[in-house]
């Protein structure tokens, strides 16, 4: 039997948006226990500009060439040991490449089921940034009703993500971006204060102080890097968690063992396109626990920044690289 083809984004080599291609491939077959899933929309992130400039490399087992880490679309076929789906059903979930293509096999336990109340291009703007900031906020750093939250870049995906969680938490999240608009944007999906800062960040001290009423922060969810953890380390509360997800700004920076003593510090570093098979199933199930049903009762919502087709692909890296998204950026297959 003839291998069946898809179309797929490409990378033949590394570069700027424009080196891009769509290219016509042969379409991935699952194994016993993966489903084929015939992709319909998938999210852009800053993992597929790094791998199509050179600088991530998907993680074993899939090819440098073809971006995409996050995809809804419905299953097409199953593997033979699969019994927990059906062809036909909406799924969502993470990968570790390959999934700006029309189709992606991936294992059963790595998927969940679309709510209802999403349509392929609110769903595909849910997995990486709903997945990263659940693990994060809710399950690292622990977050409790009541408690502050500090998020930087607060516009992105990640970062508006992490703000309705923790509105959905009953926790107060506060919030850093370089964009004005973009705070009074987030306000609209819980953001409780904000403040615009470039470069300088001698005014968040003042901030924090009044939005904390002096205590501090309970958590820093660090989407940014550059000044922001040795600045941020002296507005931490007694016990805080600093997590650190990004390194837009650099990923060097010092901490004082004065702070981190004294305040009892918790830092994590957390990363989820390199974890391991069981790890990776581990997220999704917690994800598929507790995030699903709040974004099925409309609590939580995907926020869209731009669509783009395939064809457009090229745009729509340059979008996303623009820095000018708030939300998702989120291609149509
Ligand atoms: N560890 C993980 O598993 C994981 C998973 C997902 C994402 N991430 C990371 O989390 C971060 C956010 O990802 P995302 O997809 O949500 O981002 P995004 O939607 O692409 O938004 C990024 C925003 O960050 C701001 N920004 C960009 N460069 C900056 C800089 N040098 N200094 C300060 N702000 C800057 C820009 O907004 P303004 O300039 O308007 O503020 C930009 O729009 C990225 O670093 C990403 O790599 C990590």
């Known amino acids: 039997m003839p291998l069946e083809k898809m179309k797929a984004a490409w990378i033949p080599r590394f570069g700027g948006p424009e080196v891009l291609e769509i290219r016509e491939i042969v379409r991935p077959v699952p194994s016993p226990d993966s489903v ?71 294992h059963e336990r790595l998927i969940a089921e679309i709510p209802p ?26 977050l409790r009703r009541g408690e502050t939250v500090l998020v930087n870049a607060v516009g992105s995906g990640v970062g508006i993500a992490a703000v309705q969680l923790a509105r959905a938490m009953n926790a107060r999240a506060f919030g850093v971006s370089r964009t004005p608009e973009k705070i009074e944007q987030a306000k609209q999906y819980g953001l409780a204060d904000g403040i615009a800062l470039r470069d300088n960040l001698d005014e968040l ?7 904390t009423a002096g205590k501090g922060f309970d958590v820093f969810l660090d ?11 002296t507005m931490m509360a007694l016990k805080g968690r600093m997590i650190f997800i990004g390194t837009m700004a ?17 830092l994590r570093g957390t990363v989820l396109r390199s974890r391991t098979l069981e790890e990776k199933i581990a997220v999704t199930q917690s994800f598929a626990r507790e995030v699903l049903p709040v974004l099925a009762n409309g609590t939580l919502r995907p926020v869209l920044d731009s669509v783009f087709s395939l064809g457009e692909i090229v745009k729509a890296h340059e979008r996303l690289e623009s820095n000018q998204t708030f939300g998702k950026v989120v291609i149509e297959i």
């Open 223 to 233: 989407l940014v890097g550059g000044s922001y953890p040795s600045t941020v380390q």
């Open 205 to 211: 001290a003042a901030a924090a102080e009044r939005w």
């Open 117 to 142: 109340n999403l349509d392929w291009k609110q769903a595909a703007a849910v997995p990486e940034v709903f997945i990263t900031a659940h693990d994060a906020l809710w399950q690292q750093a622990e």
């Open 250 to 266: 650099g990923s060097r920076y010092e901490l004082d063992a004065r702070y981190l003593m004294s305040k009892r510090l918790c």
């Open 36 to 106: 084929l899933v015939r992709v319909r929309a998938a999210g852009l992130n800053r993992a597929d500009l790094l791998q199509r400039q050179g600088k991530y490399p998907p993680p074993p087992g899939y090819p440098a060439e073809m971006p995409g880490i996050e995809f809804a679309g419905e299953v097409a076929e199953t593997g033979a040991q699969v019994r927990s789906w059906k062809k036909g059903q909406r799924v969502f979930g993470l990968t570790g490449g390959a999934a700006h293509a029309e189709y992606l096999a991936i």
